[in-house]
């Protein structure tokens, strides 16, 4: 198997620079094992001007077959030679997406401590792959790459050259041109090829989901062919594809547009305010949930669905608060919440208090047990219905704060924005928002199904007609409860 990296350059940024971000010395050939057989780092041309690196991935088709894996898609293949004769060894497949992740970690990541500037930005590039299966042909390459900002080539490859009659083979040249962040050409591969093929050559376990969740953070959710890409990614394995989508799903609403929720907040602070300087209902919102968490006296905190860590950064500037963590689906969020909290220059005295945990509260968590206090600020409204009781048992039945604080928007006070059409809600990615009401019976119903108590207070100006922008309520474990 054969994939080849390219790019150009100029005097001030050469194009041998690719040997920084991937880790690979240009002057070097070099030599990586792995499960199947040899890969090999080498570099076809290295100048100023244009810099390709190859990797060769040299399949040994006897270890293929002893470690179970030289099975045909679907099943055992047709006859025992089928395992030795196949195209293994020269089509691009799960194996050659595995070999990515072995030799090029780090750039994966992106990371490169020697130019962090060039891994952060974007390069010209052009990737080519000269036999890579496609079950679909030509039209599902381009449906495939073509949504991630590729220009494509996607060539079939013939069954025979000296008889064109007999048509073309289910195999591509593929070669890629666009500008983009090395590290997402590379995620793109390393998902793309094994979806492209079809086929796994290792069996597919539940931590395949995290896998293609983490190489599919900033692309994935968005994708036109999401249900596509998931599904053959996982082997059509339908509880883990079920599992992945879930998850996805999760990540696009918790990556709803912060700034148009911000321009929300600043358009009801306009309306409702207009002697003084008015104050964010932002800022009001995490001053109400900072109060409660002081007189319930909490020290070590949760903030679930902590988006980019504003409130987490609010915590930090209490001492009080002696363990802060921020939980958070969404991979970018949390990288981009490291960025504004500053945490790779924090001191250690400072960061020692604060963790950033990537995870779904959807599912029950160990990790988030045995703390004070979780916060779920603007959250709940950002799941569908059905998915609801899942959280609930999450936060309230598996991981037992002693205290939970709940905001959500409140409908009601909706009509007191003028620009807001009548009927809709303040958020595109808002699945409801409740009236002051149904908020309450949904809080006292959990609070009697997990021996919690609960009281509401408004957050924000409160209008004598239809309340506080904000609704909060606050949850508190029983004495029993806690005892218990």
Known sequence: ???????????EAPATDLGFLLHKHPDKAQAFSTSYGDAHVFYPEASADRCTAALLLEVDPVALVRRGKGKGRGGAPDATLAQYVNDRPYAASSLLAVALRTVFASALRGVCDKLPGRAAN??????????????????????????LGWTVAAEPVALDEQFPEWGDSRYVRLVLEGELRLAEALRHLYVLLPVLDDAKHYWVSPDEVDKLLRAGDGWLAGHPEQKLITSRYLARRWSLTREALERLELARLAEAD????????????????????????????????????????????????????????????????????????????????????????????????????QGSLAY????????????????????????LPALEYAVFGAARPATVIVTTPNVEYNVRWETLPAGHVRHADH?????????????????????????????????????PPTQMAVFTLTAKEAAA
């Not at 198997?1 to 005097?11: E, Q, Y």
């Not at 974007?122 to 949504?147: S, T």
């Not at 963590?325 to 960025?339: F, H, I, K, P, T």
Request: negative net charge; aromatic residues 6%.
């Open 364 to 387: 029950t968590d160990a990790r988030l047990k045995g703390y004070d206090a979780a916060v779920l600020s603007e959250v709940i409204e950002h799941l569908d219905l059905p998915r």
């Open 1 to 11: 198997m054969f994939l080849t990296i390219s790019t150009t350059g100029t005097a």
């Open 258 to 357: 912060d700034t148009e929720a911000e321009e929300i907040d600043n358009a009801i602070d306009e309306q409702t305010d207009t002697e003084d300087k008015p104050v964010p209902l932002a800022v009001r919102r995490r001053e109400a949930i900072l109060e409660a968490l002081r007189a319930a006296g909490a020290s070590r905190v949760l903030d679930l669905g902590c988006g980019q860590g504003q409130l987490v950064g609010a915590l930090l500037k209490d001492v009080r608060f002696t363990e802060i963590v921020g939980v958070d689906v969404s991979v970018r969020a949390l990288n981009e919440a490291a960025r504004r909290l500053r945490l790779e220059r924090m001191g250690e005295r400072q960061s020692t208090r604060v963790t950033l945990l």
């Open 122 to 147: 974007p390069l010209p590039l052009w990737i080519e792959v000269p036999v890579l299966p496609a079950r679909g042909g030509e039209p599902l390459v381009r449906r495939l790459f073509e949504p």
């Open 431 to 467: 699945r409801f928002e409740w009236t002051r009401e149904e908020f309450r019976a949904w809080a006292r119903e959990v609070a009697g199904r997990h021996g919690y108590g609960v009281e509401f207070a408004p957050v924000g100006p409160e209008d004598s007609e239809v309340g």
